[in-house]
């Protein structure tokens, strides 16, 4: 034994000391495992839930399931409007999320130019479009619309105009030819 | 098609940091890409200064040249890597590294764009300047849109390489940035602790640098922002500064500048780590009478290129930060600068998000001495703490309300320095580790002696 004395043959205090080091590095990483743990594992329990949402589906589907409805409206858009077009959105949506909107347009028809008011009354000068959004129900019951908004007056400022696209979320007319 | 553009990114880093570089080809890989992210975006940058057009191959064919002419000069060497399997103690660190992995690498791909800021500000921008061919308009109509024009643009740029590269703007794609920039912070603290010391501390404070949660959360959870390529450059940074002052090799002294000028290229507070790490080593090099040009040159070059072009397009281009500071703002602000003091206390010490990261760090400048370093180690706990002051004074002199900025970013702004505090950790550690092992060593070697001479 007194010749061996680093092999694990039986524990002794001397055994510990020579090897504390090593303990302290192995108790050093398991205090830290132990506290990232359960971070850990609420991560793999939300990868679990998003696999089952989103699995299966390509990334334009997504991206529809996650940024419901500006990517969809977004597509609309896109497809009916030239690139250089500029656009002013009238959104029945929440305060805070007239800025989001604003983004994700931004991002998804740059470098149409976008305007988002929540405001049926809103204007714009030189804008060759007119986009009447709404929000859906769920985001509305998260975030109440607090703008202004005249359905009446809406029908009168729309009734003129050539309609270019009409979905769910989404009424989109021409302002100019 | 995206693999072969971030392949080509390592490609570009590793050959501009080819005089510099030493270490296996992890670390070559790591600060290949973080070197090579940098290079792209500045010379997309520099193209559209000197109006030059934008496409794959001009961007692509210079350094296709440069690679060829390097060869031509002098072939690669056969290099036969030295492989060791895992001891038992390191085998914990690599598996709850490969766990870390397996929770958040699937997620980062399930999930499409959708982050406020990357939608907002840096992959958007990476979009228009794409689709615009230049950074210009975009600029021009930059008071249109809500993210800040003035930010540096390596995020925004490199993205657009990427695009260039793609053909198309691929972003989900593209958000491989944030990931790729992790590995490259995993694979620069590796080489640091490795560097420094032996490898069953390396891997295990690896490992652990895996699993900070709030690391993991911005580079996987918001990837497409730029904070982990920001984390990356100010761990290279640092550590390479500390390799310096240990060794006073000037490759180091170099890759330390570099390091320090990517950050200032990637987010403002990165100026400020900038202008911290180049301030001490000015210092450093003035109080050794160090005059070698090359040295001062080097200060004055990486920094240079990393600022003055983009400074020159922001001129050029007129832009200007959003909002206005009014003494009323700062007034209110400076108001809260303890309370934004004591949040930034509280969070860093919360361990479900940055586990035990700040206090290991608290304990290493506790202990450093008594582990055998001296004071050229408090460099890596001073370079994190000026980065932080520097993050409570954009706070505080910021044109924007404190309490929403602490809200939406404070775990952002300790997550850059995270992994410099377990850094710090890990080098008092593995001097400590070592230390022992070689009393365990002398050990073992006096009682076979002993037992021969029997």
């Not at chain 2, 501009?16 to 890409?33: E, Q, T």
Request: glycine letters at 8%; aromatic letters at 14%.
């Amino acid at each position: 034994m007194q010749g061996r004395p680093f092999q694990l043959q039986s524990f002794s205090p001397d055994l510990l000391r020579a090897y504390r080091h090593r303990i302290l590095l192995l108790a050093l990483f398991g205090l830290w495992a132990l506290v990232a743990w359960p971070p850990l594992e609420r991560q793999f329990s939300a990868l679990g839930q998003w696999r089952q949402r989103l699995a299966g589906r390509t990334i334009e589907e997504r991206a529809a399931v996650l940024d419901y409805p500006a990517y969809l409206v977004a597509g609309q858009v896109r497809q009916a409007t030239p690139a250089g077009a500029c656009l002013l959105f009238l959104g029945y949506t929440g305060p805070e999320h007239v800025n989001y909107y604003k983004t994700r347009f931004d991002y998804y028809l740059y470098p149409r130019r976008i305007l988002v008011h929540a405001n049926s009354s809103a204007s714009a000068e030189g804008c060759g479009y007119l986009a009447v959004f709404r929000d859906s129900p769920q985001n509305l019951q998260v975030e109440p619309f607090a703008g202004v908004w005249n359905e009446e007056q809406l029908g009168q400022r729309l009734a003129g105009l050539e309609k270019v696209h009409a979905g769910p979320h989404l009424e989109l007319y021409r302002l100019r030819p | 098609m995206i693999w072969l553009a971030l392949l080509f990114t390592c490609l570009v880093g590793w050959l501009i940091l080819r005089p510099w570089l030493r270490g296996g080809p992890v670390v070559s890989l790591g600060l290949g890409f973080a070197a090579g992210a940098a290079a792209l975006s500045l010379q997309l940058l520099l193209y559209d200064l000197a109006r030059a057009p934008w496409n794959r191959w001009t961007v692509v064919l210079p350094w296709m040249a440069m690679g060829a002419a390097c060869l031509y000069r002098r072939p690669p060497q056969p290099s036969r890597p030295q492989w060791e399997r895992p001891r038992w103690l390191e085998w914990p660190a690599l598996i709850f590294g490969a766990l870390v992995l397996l929770a958040w690498a699937p997620y980062e791909r399930l999930m499409p764009l959708n982050e406020w800021d990357a939608v907002m500000l840096w992959m958007f921008k990476g979009k228009a300047f794409y689709l615009d061919r230049g950074v210009a308009p975009y600029l021009a109509r930059a008071h249109e849109f809500l993210g800040n024009p003035a930010y540096p643009l390596l995020i925004p740029l490199y993205t657009t390489f990427l695009y260039l590269w793609l053909g198309e703007t691929a972003d989900h794609a593209a958000k491989l940035v944030s990931p790729c920039f992790f590995a490259a912070l995993a694979a620069g603290f590796y080489y640091f602790l490795r560097r420094w010391g032996s490898r069953p501390v390396a891997l295990a404070f690896t490992a652990m640098l895996m699993g900070l949660y709030m690391v993991d959360f911005v580079a996987f959870h918001y990837a497409g922002y730029a904070d982990t390529a920001l984390t990356a450059a100010v761990l290279l940074g640092a550590g390479f500064l500390y390799s310096w002052l240990r060794e006073g090799d000037y490759r180091d002294f170099a890759l330390a500048v570099l390091s320090a000028s990517i950050a200032a290229w990637t987010k403002n507070e990165g100026l400020f780590f900038l202008a911290g790490l180049g301030g001490f080593a000015a210092a450093r090099l003035l109080c050794q009478r160090t005059w070698s040009w090359r040295y001062w040159t080097t200060l004055a070059a990486l920094p240079g290129l990393a600022v003055l072009p983009w400074s020159l397009a922001r001129s050029l281009y007129g832009v200007r930060r959003p909002g206005q500071l009014s003494a009323e703002i700062v007034q209110t602000n400076l108001a809260s600068y303890w309370p934004t003091l004591k949040a930034l206390v509280e969070h860093a010490f919360a361990p479900p998000v940055f586990q035990l990261a700040f206090p290991f760090a608290l304990l290493a400048v506790i202990l450093y001495r008594r582990a055998g370093l001296d004071w050229r180690f408090l460099t890596l706990p001073a370079l994190m703490v000026w980065q932080l002051a520097g993050a409570t004074l954009v706070y505080v002199t910021g044109p924007v309300n404190l309490q929403w900025m602490i809200g939406s970013s404070l775990d952002r702004v300790l997550s850059q320095v995270a992994p410099l505090a377990l850094l710090a950790a890990g080098a008092v550690f593995t001097s400590y580790y070592d230390r022992e092992e070689k009393r365990l060593a002398d050990q073992v070697t006096a009682r076979r002696s002993l037992r021969r001479r029997r």
